[in-house]
T-cell receptor
Framework: AQRVTQPEKLLSVFKGAPVELKCNYSYSGSPELFWYVQYSRQRLQLLLRHISRESIKGFTADLNKGETSFHLKKPFAQEEDSAMYYCALSGGSYIPTFGRGTSLIVHP | DSGVTQTPKHLITATGQRVTLRCSPRSGDLSVYWYQQSLDQGLQFLIQYYNGEERAKGNILERFSAQQFPDLHSELNLSSLELGDSALYFC?????????????FGEGSRLTVL
């Protein structure tokens, strides 16, 4: 069965510090990985997906099939990055599966 | 707004009662997903409909049921409510029946069972 693990419930950093939100997955096949973000009082929305290989709001994520990871990174955190981040996996015959989420707090 | 809309936004009810949550998908999207978000549980998949037909089922309780109507809106029915059913219920839609691509989420319906 597919599974997405986000080991950190909460990540607290200061503005300007690097950020890495961890995501590990288990999946048999070729997964499609996503990061979704939920800012305060807003709906859950797509941040980025691995097939796009793009940087959104300074965030990047690289799919590492060997380590079955899809960690989200940003070199310099901003206060407006404070939000709930969800890693998600889908593809093939598997319905989109979400991790438990990591709350990122960026202090001024 | 042609995004996913969910009603009601908030609902408070008592144990043993029955409620219906409603979702209208994005214009043109045929797939509707329902997720439950409880404290510390993340997003748990409940059920998916595609063009009126049930497509996939997750850990949905027998007390819960859903359907998608010809106009593509969906309803999630929760009956014999228990305290543990208190959660945020999200609806999401996508263009296709397959499990690739982006999901578009509604703002959620927060259910409180007292």
């Amino acid at each position: 069965a597919q599974r997405v693990t986000q080991p950190e419930k909460l990540l607290s950093v200061f503005k300007g510090a690097p950020v890495e939100l961890k995501c590990n997955y288990s999946y048999s096949g070729s997964p499609e990985l996503f990061w979704y973000v939920q800012y305060s009082r807003q709906r859950l929305q797509l941040l980025l997906r691995h097939i796009s290989r793009e940087s959104i709001k300074g965030f990047t994520a690289d799919l590492n099939k060997g380590e079955t990871s899809f960690h989200l990174k940003k070199p310099f955190a901003q206060e407006e990055d404070s939000a709930m981040y969800y890693c998600a996996l889908s593809g093939g015959s598997y319905i989109p599966t979400f991790g438990r989420g990591t709350s990122l707090i960026v202090h001024p | 707004d042609s995004g996913v809309t969910q009603t009601p936004k908030h609902l408070i009810t008592a144990t043993g009662q029955r409620v219906t949550l409603r979702c209208s998908p994005r214009s043109g999207d045929l797939s509707v997903y329902w997720y439950q978000q409880s404290l510390d549980q993340g997003l748990q998949f409940l059920i998916q409909y595609y063009n009126g037909e049930e497509r996939a089922k997750g850990n949905i309780l027998e007390r819960f049921s859903a359907q998608q109507f010809p106009d593509l809106h969906s309803e999630l029915n929760l009956s014999s409510l228990e305290l543990g059913d208190s959660a945020l219920y999200f609806c999401a839609s996508s263009e296709t029946s397959g499990y690739t691509g982006e999901l578009f989420f509604g703002e959620g319906s927060r259910l409180t069972v007292l």
